[in-house]
């Protein structure tokens, strides 16, 4: 985080809202890179919304943030509920602050809680806004922008139904370019984890805040896996870890990794022979690029049943396997240890899969930036 009265003029000076989860954050993050790879002397600042992910993740990836006093609405009557319309008015004056001590030449919104100010802000401005939207179904606060909003980048055709025609770019979503590499950090991943070579490794990725249904069925059932001589490296998420470590204290095996979250992603790929995975749309897009055989559970609690459609797009071209997340903690094992012995199934998914990969979706979203402040 920094002083909002050090902002230094630069030539060209772009701002990047949103976050929450890494879903928002990581696609924040790569725009961003392919920027820099593109142009070397920008100046970048992003929003975040205080006390979430991105006011850690964005300054760990060399980037200035600023935090919103902002959060969601949630679907009972809380103390948070009753304050949130002071939130949204504290968060919009401080946009227009900051838009005008920074005085952008454009701002990106990735979605999350404090693209909503900060657009909104700059659409009053007369300031161009490029909104990026990674899933199927768009959520509340881009459906509301999008109205004003210069260029939408989207990663699924179709999204006429939701946008303006014209205002459409199809790039794909924009992944951490490090995860490219992970085919050739397989046997460093494995030796991070303490795994052995000679034997299967599953991983288990419930996005970056964790997956209860995935969680459970692990710790009720990820000694199945272990018996059969499979590895294990399992993200549980910052919230369930010490619930998980818990549950699991009884096993003692130098198969079983649980970690609250994985910063090494390429070598974790690149460890893995099978995924299980929930299907929010940056894990999709990353699991396209790196080929790995994926089973998808997919989160209940999202707008419209978009995981289970996104997932669906990949197992009706064969790309990928998916289990009904009220159908996880009867199946799931079970399915992980089936797919696992099938080499040939395996097979097939990579192939398939990688055939959805758009690895240059960050440079592809870069240019039409470009284009918007020319």
């Known amino acids: 985080m920094i002083d909002e009265k050090t902002y230094r003029q630069n030539p060209l000076r ?23 790879d593109i142009q070397k002397d920008i100046k970048f600042l992003f929003v975040g919304a205080n006390g979430r992910m991105e006011m850690e993740k964005v300054p760990e990836a060399g980037y200035d943030i600023v935090g ?43 979605g999350g809680y404090a693209s909503g100010p900060l657009l909104y802000a700059a659409n009053k401005k007369g300031i161009p806004t490029l ?66 070579s000679d034997k299967k490794t599953v991983l288990i990725l419930g996005g970056s805040l ?69 299907a929010g749309a940056l894990s999709i897009s990353e699991l396209c690029l790196v080929g790995k055989p994926v089973l998808f559970v997919p989160s209940p609690n999202v707008a419209e049943d978009h995981q289970t459609k996104n997932a669906m797009a990949l197992v009706s071209r064969e790309a990928a396997e998916m289990i009904r997340d009220d159908e996880a903690g009867e199946h799931l094992i079970t399915e992980t ?4 012995k099938n080499e040939e199934q ?9 055939e959805l990969a758009k690895p240059n979706a960050a440079k592809d979203i870069a240019h039409e930036i470009f284009t918007m402040i020319k």
């Open 346 to 354: 395996q097979k097939i998914i990579r192939a398939n899969i990688k």
């Open 210 to 278: 964790g997956a209860r249904t995935i969680n459970n069925t692990l710790a009720e059932g990820v000694e199945r896996l272990i018996d059969e001589d499979v590895q294990v490296l399992w993200q549980s998420g910052k919230f369930y870890f010490d619930e998980m470590k818990e549950r699991t204290a009884h096993i003692d095996s130098e198969k079983l990794r649980i970690v609250p979250f994985i910063k090494d992603m390429d070598r974790a790929y690149g460890a893995a022979d099978v995924v299980i995975s929930r």
């Open 68 to 110: 919103l006093w902002i959060s969601g609405l949630q679907r009972k009557l809380t103390l948070g509920n009753l304050s949130f319309p002071f939130k949204v008015i504290s968060s919009i004056w401080k946009s227009f602050s900051l838009l005008k001590k920074f005085r952008p030449d454009v701002v990106i919104g990735v």
């Open 337 to 340: 240890l089936k797919l696992l």
């Open 131 to 196: 909104i990026q939207e990674q899933n199927s179904y768009p959520g509340i606060t881009n459906k509301l922008l999008a109205g004003k909003a210069n260029k939408i980048c989207v990663a699924y055709p179709g999204m006429e139904r939701f946008f303006q025609k014209e205002k459409l770019v199809e790039t794909g979503n924009p992944v951490r370019t490090d995860i490219m590499n992970s085919d050739n950090v397989r046997l460093e991943g494995l030796s991070q984890f303490g795994f052995r």
């Open 14 to 36: 772009i701002m990047i809202s949103g976050g929450g989860t890494g879903g928002h954050i990581y696609p924040a993050i790569a725009i961003a890179n392919a920027l820099n």
